[in-house]
């Protein structure tokens, strides 16, 4: 059998987090600059069953039967065994690596899961499709925190923008038109931050004060809105208002943090049209939007201001 690798990228939400996880809209993007990848290859010597995990970056090395029933892990192989109705797989080592900072918002345990549930699956002769990966990568999620909207795995399984909807009876997933290429830098703030506390904390707060979280998501929702528009319309500068906006609601939800507030004014100080937090929030990365031209100024001004690092992607023209 021979080995079998696959890669998933990283995402940042453009605009939306948190209120996607009370069924309004939110915009993601992947992120190919960051990546996860697993390698599934045959272990001849071992008794068949015997699936062996490898990843070093974690320092994690164990076999399947022996790690616990709530790993992340475990879960992705369990659940592609299951789904495929393999019950003793034949032996082999799956190795699991990843540029992706782990608790930063950019979607790590996410393409992790995919990587591995892509890569496994064809190992065992049964490639899943895309909206197998998408359905078992979020049973994955809900161990990283107990209430994810799904975008992340949506936007990593399917590697293109979303604009995405959680719903009953059916999540909508739509891609839209973006006439025009449009730069973000993303920009760490060093500082990890699991998105299940984040997650935690926002529902503890809307649990006290529901109307008030409840008028705060429904602003966040138009703002992703706007935007979609604005993107369809192909005035992608347009955005940087309303990602302002969208980080002073994030603030009010409580998810902003002084590494964040420092990073989100150096942007805009040094001439991005617009910056927020991404993801989570507490720590992990911010998005600014930039021209061009603006990507070493506003750079250098976010490692200035202490980011751990940052980075360019852009959001190319899709049809
Ligand atoms: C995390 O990337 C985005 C959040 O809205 C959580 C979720 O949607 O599951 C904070």
């Not at 940042?12 to 996860?36: C, M, N, S, W």
């Not at 161990?143 to 009953?168: C, K, M």
């Not at 998105?195 to 649990?207: L, P, S």
């Not at 420092?262 to 993801?279: C, D, H, N, Y």
């Amino acid at each position: 059998m021979p080995a079998v690798t696959a890669s998933a990228p990283g995402k940042i939400i453009l605009f939306g987090e948190h209120a996607v996880v009370y069924g309004r809209p939110a915009i993601a993007v992947p992120v190919t600059q960051v990546k996860a990848r697993a390698v599934v290859s045959a272990a001849p010597g071992s008794a068949a069953g015997q699936v062996l995990i490898e990843a070093p970056s974690i320092h994690q090395q164990a076999y399947l039967a022996d790690l616990a029933a709530d790993d992340p892990l475990k879960k992705a192989l369990t659940l592609a065994l299951e789904h495929l109705q393999i019950s003793r797989p034949p032996a082999c080592k799956v190795r699991i690596g990843s540029t992706i900072p782990v608790a930063a918002g950019l979607g790590s345990g996410a393409a992790v899961s995919v990587a591995l549930l892509r890569a496994f699956s064809a190992f065992l002769g049964h490639p899943l499709p895309d909206e197998v990966v998408n359905a078992l990568a979020f049973e994955v999620e809900k161990l990283h925190h107990g209430t994810p909207s799904g975008i992340d795995n949506t936007v990593i399984t399917y590697a293109r923008p979303v604009f995405f909807q959680r719903r009953e009876g059916g999540n909508l997933i739509e891609t839209f038109p973006s006439p025009q290429p449009f730069t973000v830098l993303v920009a760490d703030t060093g500082v990890p931050s699991p998105t299940a506390a984040a997650v935690g904390d926002v529902r503890r707060a809307w649990q006290q004060d529901p109307p008030r979280y409840e008028a705060l998501f429904d602003r966040a929702g138009e703002l992703t809105r706007a935007a979609r528009k604005a993107i369809e319309a192909g005035k992608p500068h347009e955005l940087g208002p309303l990602m302002d906006a969208n980080h002073a609601l994030l603030q009010e939800m409580g998810v902003s943090s002084p590494e964040l507030e420092r990073l989100v004014q150096a942007a805009r100080a040094a001439g991005a049209l617009g910056a927020k937090l991404s993801g989570g929030g507490r720590g992990g990365n911010m998005i600014a939007l930039v021209e061009a031209d603006q990507v070493e100024a506003v750079s250098q001004a976010l490692l200035g201001a202490g980011a751990a690092r940052a980075f360019m992607t852009r959001v190319e023209a899709q049809g």
